[in-house]
């Protein structure tokens, strides 16, 4: 059995190709489920908003490759984009001719009867011809699209004698086409630029000497030198040199980050006037850039609750359009038999109205150009559903540490005794922490740098893990540590019940007899914080808390000032997923920041659960609903007004299209809707919603004030 199952997942294989000439979004679905009908395909999905067909299968893929072809599209290179407008150059040029031989046509026509019908019939041809070979197909698949739509009216017209309103109708539907596929394939660029923003050549360096080779050659471990002004090719530790390092590509900052050696650098962004040795992490395809492209990619696929409905809906009103179409002309010649020609003219009018292609882009193009705008700005959103979700909820609690503070200690206050001063108090600890690697080491010697104190050196050191250290700095030896560790070196501890610590934690320094100072030491606040708060609250969060596992007293010190709900201490993660619920069932839509890590059952269990800080966290970036790439609260506000113009956007975008269809629905009844009319009503429908989505792409609310 076991064998079995080893060969059948050999057999199943996984491929991504990339469509080209893909421009309606209701084409693409239906060309997925013909490909997901095919017997050797056991699963396949089609992303408009980048073009790529996802798909898994056993055996050959020639029949998915001539199901492709006979669909009107083909296919182009995952890697490169120098194809990718070949298929759009193709139908402008046959519009153009298409154009041409109308103009013709009525240039000749009171010259010659007969050369003006042959130019129609050019125009109707070069015009009309990709469109009857996919309606073609589209019907021997037993599926009704824009083709078959456009190939029954155009045949009818010609039938009718309408040769005029045929090769109008065929040139129209062939600059749409064309102008659609262009629009199309410009948007995908917009999504392809966020992989483009990596080189594909890297400088390695092997036995002292640099050689320039494809990123895709290089290996975990190997070096790397970045010159300055180059984008930097992959993901890696700095050896040597230092540099400011433009990481707008991964966190949506735009101001320079100071980086030296031991600072992670990520792939795609921008060296500035240093030069950099780096030791590579992983491979190319292991790099943040490569994990957010392809994050962004999936979440094409995610249907957002919008556009579930909107496919719903299309299911049953081309239908119904049809069925409608096929009343108006049997009714009519029921009613008035002997002019059959209007009948059958309003109802070939009537079916290109059917075509729901703006209806069924109004929700996906917006969402794309969200999804794409947010990853730009550092905020990775995993689908459509989420980035809805975004715009619903009603209340936010937060974690403590990393989230509300920097999650980086600092000294907030000095205490002396005896004949010490602080200076001396800081001098003295900070001459013991040089040797020392516990966590709060890094904090005291930056706060004696800060003071521009020298240190000293320091003789028989020791450290006790946990506790604290122990040296001789000049002449006398000193202990520095716990209040529990200087009492159990037997130091006089009285003077201890003088500090009053509350939220911060001290580090006491003494001699081997009696307490010398304390330095008081605690989290501190993002800067931002109160201002993202005011601003949340302006927004209509109706509640803000905090969730930590944080003594009762530090959590309530944080949160003074910052005009926080509800503030809920020493709490264990399962006890934080039990107050995410709470919060659910009181206010509504709930979104936890946290993590990732730590506060994953809370993530999981919020409506909408984001992760802080992801660059160069992989479990942040798989487990959070949304990742915000970079430490920066302000991109919270951000992602709700995102979201709430979002929403805006798809009812504009819904509202559009459905009214300018009814409008064409009822100017057929009094005869008032010609061929050409509806051809421009759909394609004006179809192209107002793709632009008004597309201005997403370009929202910016980081200049709005607080």
């Not at 009171?110 to 050019?122: A, D, E, N, P």
């Not at 201890?496 to 100072?517: C, D, H, V």
């Not at 949304?626 to 709430?644: A, H, N, Y």
Request: proline fraction near 3%; hydrophobic fraction near 50%; aromatic fraction near 8%.
């Amino acid at each position: 059995m076991a064998a079995n199952s080893e060969a059948t997942a050999q057999r199943r294989q996984g491929k991504t190709l990339l469509l080209e000439g893909l421009d309606c979004p209701d084409c693409a679905k239906k060309l997925e489920e013909r490909i997901r009908g095919l017997e050797n395909v056991s699963e396949a999905a089609i992303s408009f908003a980048t073009g790529k067909l996802y798909i898994f299968f056993h055996g050959s893929l020639d029949g998915v490759y001539e199901t492709i072809t006979a669909s009107g599209y083909r296919l182009a290179t995952i890697d490169g984009d120098s194809e990718k407008w070949t298929l759009a150059k193709t139908r402008v040029i046959y519009a153009i001719i298409s154009a041409a031989a109308l103009a013709a046509a009525l240039l000749l026509s009171r010259v010659s009867g007969t050369l003006s019908g042959v130019f129609l019939f050019i125009a109707v041809a070069v015009g009309g011809h990709a469109t009857f070979r996919r309606g073609f197909n589209a019907l021997k698949s037993r599926t009704f699209d824009i083709n078959v739509l456009m190939t029954v009216a155009v045949a009818g017209a010609l039938i009718i004698g309408e040769w005029w309103e045929a090769a109008t109708v065929a040139f129209l539907f062939a600059a749409s086409n064309a102008l659609e596929t262009y629009t199309a394939e410009k948007n995908r660029r917009s999504i392809s630029a966020l992989m483009n923003a990596a080189p594909q050549l890297a400088h390695r360096l092997r036995e002292g000497a640099v050689e320039t080779v494809s990123v895709d050659e290089v290996l975990a471990e190997e070096e790397i030198v970045i010159r300055p002004g180059e984008r930097i090719p992959l993901d890696g530790t700095i050896l040597s040199g230092s540099s400011f390092v433009t990481e707008a590509a991964i966190t949506g900052e735009s101001l320079p980050v100071a980086k030296q050696e031991g600072s992670t650098v990520y792939a795609g962004t921008l060296n500035g006037s240093g030069s950099l040795r780096v030791s590579v992490k992983g491979t190319a395809a292991d790099t943040t850039l490569a994990r957010i492209v392809r994050l962004v990619e999936e979440a094409q696929l995610r249907r957002a609750p919008f556009q579930q409905f909107i496919d719903r809906f299309a299911r049953v009103y081309t239908p119904a359009v049809i069925g409608l179409a096929g009343a108006i002309i049997f009714g009519g010649l029921l009613i008035d038999a002997g002019d059959w020609h209007t009948w059958i003219y309003r109802g070939l009018a009537l079916l290109i109205v059917a075509c729901p292609c703006a209806l069924v882009v109004s929700t996906p193009v917006s969402i794309a150009a969200a999804l794409t705008n947010a990853a730009r700005h550092g905020v990775l959103i995993k689908g459509g559903a989420y980035l809805e979700q975004a715009g619903l909820v009603r209340a936010m609690v937060f974690d403590k540490t990393g989230t509300l503070t920097t999650g980086r200690p600092a000294v907030v206050r000095v205490e002396a005794f005896e004949d010490f001063g602080k200076d001396d108090v800081v001098r003295a600890a900070a001459s013991l922490e040089a040797y020392s690697e516990h966590l709060l080491a890094e904090t005291v010697r930056a706060y004696a740098v800060e003071l521009g104190l020298q240190l000293l050196p320091v003789d028989s050191f020791h450290a006790y893990p946990g506790k604290g250290v122990s040296g001789t700095v000049g002449n006398s030896a000193y202990f520095l540590g716990t209040e529990a560790f200087l009492a159990e070196k037997g130091v006089d501890m009285a003077r201890a019940r003088e500090i009053s610590a509350g939220s911060e934690t001290a580090l006491y320094l003494a001699s081997k007899e009696n307490i010398l100072g304390a330095l008081l030491v605690r989290d501190t606040l993002r800067a931002e914080i109160s201002l993202v708060l005011r601003r949340l609250r302006k927004m209509g969060i109706i509640r803000l808390s905090v969730l930590t596992g944080d003594r009762k007293g530090v959590a309530e010190a944080m949160a003074y000032g910052l005009e926080l709900d509800d503030v809920f201490a020493e709490l264990l993660p399962e006890e934080k997923e039990a107050m995410v619920q709470n919060f659910r069932q009181a206010y509504g839509k709930v979104a936890m920041v946290g993590d990732g890590i730590n506060d994953a059952p809370a993530l999981a269990s919020a409506d909408l659960g984001i992760a802080m800080g992801g660059a160069g966290n992989p479990t942040a970036m798989e487990t959070a609903d949304v990742t915000l790439m970079g430490d920066e609260l302000e991109k919270i506000p951000f992602l709700l007004e995102l979201s709430r113009r979002t929403i805006s956007v798809i009812r504009q975008n819904i509202a559009l299209s459905l009214l300018i269809k009814g409008l064409a629905i009822l100017l057929v009844f009094p005869g008032w809707l010609t061929l050409w009319l509806a051809i421009v009503a759909d394609m004006g429908a179809s192209l107002l919603v793709t632009a008004n989505g597309m201005r997403l792409l370009y929202f910016n609310d980081t200049d709005k004030p607080n």
